[in-house]
């Protein structure tokens, strides 16, 4: 598949450190009754060696309903993290479904969603990639529910929910599905940012440890230093393009493609229990890694994780998940 980027995404509307601003008033208003339905994957980053460059898909899903209204936002929300988030328009979902439409030129008169979230929040599950990507993809379906053309485009899609991240590999998983490649380009301040889809080889499965337990990205990420040293900088580099091989061709190098000494090391002390069952999971041979910024724990492989490790991961505090590697978001009519 072609990789995909964003220069059709409005980047001359960016403000010097990175961020949309709103390109003007909306020329077309939707129609009251107009709805939409999206199912957004997890994902998960990194995959070890590919810090902020690589990202799989992960069959768990949150799902949004969508239909406008006469005014107003309502939100309904269920499942994961529903005593915790917003119900207005700071939401995220509503944030970025309102910056769809606006990217478009469209407004609403008002909005009524329905969210029910299954990706556990602040596990490292990527969902508030998946939340970004849910309101965008709601504006999308809208827009074509609507009649006013077919909606945002996967560059669209791409780059406005990088934006909210910050960096798309959480982010261009979500939307495109399977394994990702991704990388920025900065001009003039602007970041554009860019996805290649990959095909797993059809042996590959997932499986994902979760805690209970919840971890910050912002404080993680402070925790990573500004410089590295060169021979652990070309050991992910030779790590990172080994997993491109194993991943789709090869899944035999997984063990050795997952390795990593970029960030996974200095976030240990913040995550005990992660870094203690990834330890014991690649001792066994598992090619285990800290997924996104953690503590939830993924494992690549070719076969189930046996009973006796995950008796393991139960008394280190984690449930043991064998998921899918999923497809990209889907849009539907509501």
Known sequence: MPSVSAES????????NGEMTEPGVATRQLPVGVSARVRVPASSANLGPGFDCLGIALGIYDEVIVETVDGGIVLDIEGEGSADVPRD???LVVRALNRGLTHAGVSAPGLKLRCVNQIPHSRGLGSSAAAAVSGLAAASGLISAAGFGAGLSTDELVQLSSEF???PDNAAASVLGSVVVTWTETTDDVNSYHA???SVHPDVCATVFVPDTESS??????LLPDEVPRADAVFNLSRAALAVVALTSDPRNLMAASADRLHQPYRASAMVPTSELVAELRARGHAATVSGAGPTVLVLGTGP???DI????QGLGFTTHSVAIAGGVDISAG
Request: aromatic letters at 4%; proline letters at 3%.
């Open 89 to 91: 328009e700071s939401h």
């Open 217 to 222: 990205t912002s404080f993680t990420r402070g």
């Open 165 to 167: 991240e910050g960096h």
């Open 196 to 198: 290649h889809r990959l």
């Open 305 to 307: 994780i046996p009973a």
């Open 310 to 313: 995950r008796l393991l991961a």
């Open 9 to 16: 995404a409005g980047v001359e509307e960016m403000t010097q």
